[in-house]
C-alpha cells in the first residue's frame, strides 16, 4: 500500500516553515530568561509549557519540588549532573516558571497533572543565580544575588561587599525570614572558572563558593520548606583546564552530601521532546500506527539484510514513538554524535533537524519518514551544522567534491592525530622559541628569551624585555619569585636600573591552545617531508592547506599566549594582562611597548611640572638632566622615560613657559626657548633661575654703560 509522505501529516512549526527560527531558540539559558532577553518561548511561562513534553524524570523533578515546598517532604537539595547539552538548564527553566508563575499556568493540562494530590499550593518565592551571566569581579556574589532576590540583601550585605561567604546562621535567617523558597543555581563552575582566571593562584573566590555552597545545601537541608536545586556538568569540557576538574570534584563532594541526582531526558522520551519542539500539529495518530507497521514488515521480510534489532516487537514501537523521524536516525544523533564533547546533544539535535526538517519541508521530498538517507548535505545550514564539524573530527569520514563517504581506510585526520603522539616537548619547544625570536627581533627592548636566571641580564639604562619560559606562567608562585629577582638582583649585586626591566609571561589557557597549535604544525611539516607515506592528491591537497593555515595562525598565536607583563612598583612586581591582541598584530615587542606607553610605565612625554616634581628635591635648588633622568631609572615606583629625549622636550617647555631654568654650558635659559641641551645641562628652580637672569641682566648693563667723565677741579 502507499503511504503518505510525512510532511502531508504533520506540520511543522511556522518558524521552521518560513525559515525564520534562530539557533538562541534551541539554546536555552536561565540568565536570559531572568533578564528578559531569551527568545519569548523561553520568556512566557504560557508559551514554554506549550512546547515543552514533561518527561518522566522531570515530572518526578517536578513533584518533588513542589511537594517540598508545600508539606516539607522530599529532597531539600538536588543535583541535575546530565551529559553537556542533556537538559539540565531546560529543567531549571520549568522549575522556575513552574513556581514562579503558577497563576498563570495553572489552568493547563500538564501542570494540572503535577499538582495533583497537593493541596494548597500558589507559587513561592524564586532565586536564582546563573554563573555564565555573573560578574566574578564587580558583580553580585551568589550569596548576595540570592539573598538579593529573597528580599534580604541587608542581611548579607558586608558579606557580599568584601566578598566572604555568610556563615550558616546568616543564610538560616534569610531561609526563615522568607518562608518557601526555590534556589536555582545553574553554571556555578563556569563562575568560579571565570574568577580564577582574574585572581589566578589566590583563588579566592573559588574557596569562598565552595564554602557557601556547602552551608547553603546544609541550611537548606535543615529549613522546613527550602528546595535548592543546582547544575553541574557530568565532565570537564575542552575550554576547562586542571583547576577547573579539581574545582568540580570539591562541588560534586559537597553537594553529594545531601543532594538527590536526576536525570531529565531518558530512553524513547527524546523522542517526544523532539516532535514537541519541532512540529506544531503531529497529525493522525492512526497514520503514524500505519506507518510503523508497514516498515516493520519490510524488515521482516529482508530477514538477515538488516540488524536483529529492527525485526523485534520493539522496535515498531520506537517508530511509532519517533514519527515522522526514523528512530534510527535521532539515535545515531543524540547517542552516538551526543558523545562528543563540542556537541551539545539535545539543543545540537533540535537546531540540526530543524534545518533537516524545514529544507525538505521546503522541497516536498516524498517519503514516510525523515530518514538520514534524505538529509541535504548540500544546502550550507546542514553541511555546516552536520559535515564541516565531521570532517575536523572523524577518522574515516572521507569528503571530495561535496561527496562523503566513510571507508575502512583512515582519511587525513587519522594520520595527523597519530603523527602528533610522536611530537616530543622539546619540538615544541624550538619551534615556540623560533617564532619568538621572530616576532621579538624589532623593538626598542634588549630581548632575554628564556633565561634561567638573573646573573645574564646586564644592569644598565637600555630598556629590557625578559620572556620568560612558557613553564613559569603568571600567577605561578615560581614565576612571581623570579620576577622578583630580576627586579631586583643583577647577579651578585643590588639592580640599579630597575624601572627599565620588564617581564612577559604566557596565558595558562592561552598557550594550552598554542601548544596544540604547534604540535598540530611539526605534524603536518612531517607528515609532508614523508615522501613513503600514500596519501590521494586530494589528501595531498588539503594537508598542504592546513599547513598554510596553521603556519599563518600561529604567530597571532603566540602573541596572544604571552600577554601577562610585568615591572617593578612600590609593593613588588606589578603584573597586567594585555588581553586580546588586534588580528593585525605582527610584533610582540611592538604590542608590549605600546601597551607599557599606554599604562604609563614607560613614558613617551611628560610634563615640565612633573619634571621638576620628580627630579629636585625640595632642598635642591639645581640638578643636572642627566641625574633626573637617572632618578626615573632607578627609583622604585617612578616610571621609565623612553628616552633622553623625553627630558629634553620637557626642558624645552619648561623654560619657554618659566616653569624652571636650564643652564647650559654657556649659557641660562629662562622663560625663552632652549638650545641644544646636553645631559649635562642644569635644571634650575625658577625662584634661582630669576634671581641669576637679573643678576646677569644687570651685569650686563654695567658692562655696556659708557664710563663716568668726572669735572675738572
Not at 519541532?278 to 493522525?284: A, K, R, S, T, Y
Not at 607599557?596 to 621638576?612: G, H, M, Q, S, Y
Request: hydrophobic residues 40%; glycine residues 6%.
Amino acid at each position: 500500500m502507499t503511504l503518505p509522505a510525512w510532511w502531508q501529516v504533520v506540520t511543522p512549526h511556522k518558524n521552521i516553515r518560513e525559515k525564520s527560527f534562530t539557533e538562541a531558540v534551541f539554546a536555552a539559558d536561565l540568565g536570559d530568561v531572568l533578564s528578559g532577553t531569551a527568545p519569548e518561548e523561553y520568556c512566557d511561562p504560557r508559551l514554554f509549557f506549550a512546547k515543552t513534553y514533561l518527561a518522566a524524570e522531570l515530572k518526578n523533578l517536578a513533584r518533588n519540588v513542589i511537594e517540598r515546598l508545600t508539606s516539607g517532604r522530599g529532597d531539600p537539595v538536588i543535583q541535575l549532573l546530565t551529559p553537556f547539552g542533556g537538559g539540565k538548564t531546560h529543567s531549571l527553566i520549568t522549575l522556575y516558571h513552574l513556581v514562579k508563575s503558577f497563576s498563570e499556568i495553572n489552568h493547563l493540562d500538564q501542570v494540572k497533572e503535577l499538582v495533583m494530590g497537593v493541596a494548597g499550593f500558589s507559587g513561592v518565592r524564586v532565586a536564582a543565580f546563573v554563573g555564565t551571566s555573573a560578574d566574578p569581579v564587580k558583580g553580585k556574589t551568589p550569596w548576595g544575588e540570592i539573598a538579593h532576590q529573597l528580599g534580604s540583601y541587608e542581611v548579607v550585605k558586608d558579606h557580599d561587599m568584601r566578598r566572604v561567604a555568610p556563615g550558616k546562621e546568616r543564610l538560616k535567617e534569610i531561609l526563615l525570614s522568607c518562608g518557601p523558597a526555590l534556589i536555582l543555581i545553574d553554571e556555578l563552575l563556569e563562575y568560579i572558572v571565570k574568577a580564577n582566571r582574574v585572581e589566578k593562584v589566590e583563588r579566592i573566590t573559588q574557596g569562598q563558593t565552595l564554602a557557601f555552597l556547602q552551608e547553603l545545601s546544609e541550611s537548606a537541608a535543615a529549613s522546613e520548606k527550602t528546595a535548592l536545586v543546582l547544575t553541574l556538568p557530568a565532565s570537564i569540557l575542552e575550554h576547562y583546564d586542571e583547576e577547573a576538574e579539581k574545582a568540580l570534584v570539591q562541588l560534586q563532594k559537597i553537594s553529594g552530601r545531601v543532594e538527590s541526582i536526576y536525570v531529565p531526558v531518558e530512553g524513547m522520551e527524546v523522542y517526544e521532546v523532539i516532535r514537541r519542539r519541532l512540529f506544531e500539529d503531529l497529525g493522525n495518530q492512526n497514520v503514524h500506527r500505519q506507518v510503523a507497521e508497514e516498515y516493520f514488515k519490510l524488515y521482516q521480510g529482508l530477514g538477515s539484510e538488516v540488524p536483529g534489532e529492527v525485526k523485534e516487537m520493539s522496535f515498531r514501537e520506537k517508530i511509532e514513538r519517533a514519527y515522522p523521524f526514523h528512530p534510527e536516525f535521532i539515535d545515531v544523533l543524540y547517542e552516538r554524535w551526543g558523545s562528543y564533547p563540542t556537541f551539545q546533544r539535545t539543543r545540537g539535535v533540535l537546531r540540526l533537524l530543524a534545518q533537516v526538517v524545514g529544507n525538505l519541508y521546503e522541497r516536498k521530498v516524498v517519503s514516510p519518514l525523515i530518514q538520514s538517507s534524505l538529509v541535504n548535505l548540500s544546502f550550507l545550514p546542514i553541511r555546516r551544522e552536520a559535515v564541516n564539524k565531521l570532517e575536523e573530527s572523524l577518522w574515516y569520514f572521507h569528503a571530495e567534491k561535496h561527496i562523503y563517504s566513510f571507508k575502512n581506510q583512515p582519511n587525513l585526520n587519522k594520520v595527523i592525530t597519530d603523527r602528533e603522539e610522536t611530537i616530543e616537548e622539546s619540538q615544541i619547544r624550538e619551534i615556540l622559541s623560533e617564532n619568538l625570536n621572530k616576532l621579538t627581533k624589532e623593538g626598542p627592548f634588549e630581548v632575554y628569551l628564556w633565561p634561567q636566571e638573573a646573573t645574564g641580564i646586564p644592569d644598565n639604562r637600555r630598556l629590557k624585555l625578559v620572556v620568560f619560559d612558557p613553564s613559569l606562567k603568571e600567577g605561578r608562585p615560581e614565576a612571581k619569585t623570579f620576577a622578583k629577582e630580576l627586579m631586583e638582583k643583577a647577579g651578585a649585586t643590588f639592580r640599579i636600573y630597575r624601572n627599565i626591566i620588564f617581564a612577559l609571561a604566557v596565558d595558562q589557557d592561552a598557550y594550552a591552545g598554542l601548544k596544540g597549535k604547534l604540535r598540530r604544525c611539526l605534524a603536518l611539516r612531517d607528515i609532508a617531508k614523508d615522501t613513503a607515506l600514500s596519501l590521494a592528491p586530494a589528501s595531498r591537497e588539503e594537508l598542504q592547506n592546513k599547513l598554510k593555515q596553521v603556519e599563518k595562525d600561529i604567530p597571532f598565536q603566540v602573541i596572544n599566549a604571552y600577554r601577562h607583563v610585568g615591572w617593578g612598583g612600590n609593593g613588588g612586581v606589578v603584573w597586567r594582562d594585555m588581553g586580546l591582541p588586534s588580528t593585525g598584530e605582527g610584533s610582540l615587542t611592538g604590542r608590549v611597548f605600546r601597551y607599557l606607553k599606554d599604562e604609563k610605565p614607560i613614558l613617551p612625554a611628560i610634563t615640565p611640572k612633573l619634571d621638576l616634581e620628580r627630579g629636585i628635591g625640595q632642598d635642591e635648588e639645581e640638578k643636572s638632566i642627566r641625574e633626573i633622568y637617572e632618578l626615573f631609572l632607578k627609583t622604585p615606583g617612578f616610571p621609565c622615560l623612553e628616552s633622553e629625549e623625553v627630558l629634553f622636550k620637557a626642558a624645552n617647555e619648561g623654560t619657554k613657559k618659566g616653569i624652571f631654568g636650564v643652564c647650559t654650558e654657556d649659557r641660562l635659559f629662562f622663560q625663552e626657548p632652549l638650545l641644544n641641551p646636553e645631559l649635562e645641562s642644569l635644571v634650575v628652580r625658577p625662584e634661582k633661575a630669576a634671581e641669576e637672569k637679573s643678576f646677569l641682566t644687570e651685569n650686563r648693563r654695567m658692562r655696556d654703560k659708557p664710563p663716568l667723565v668726572l669735572p675738572k677741579r
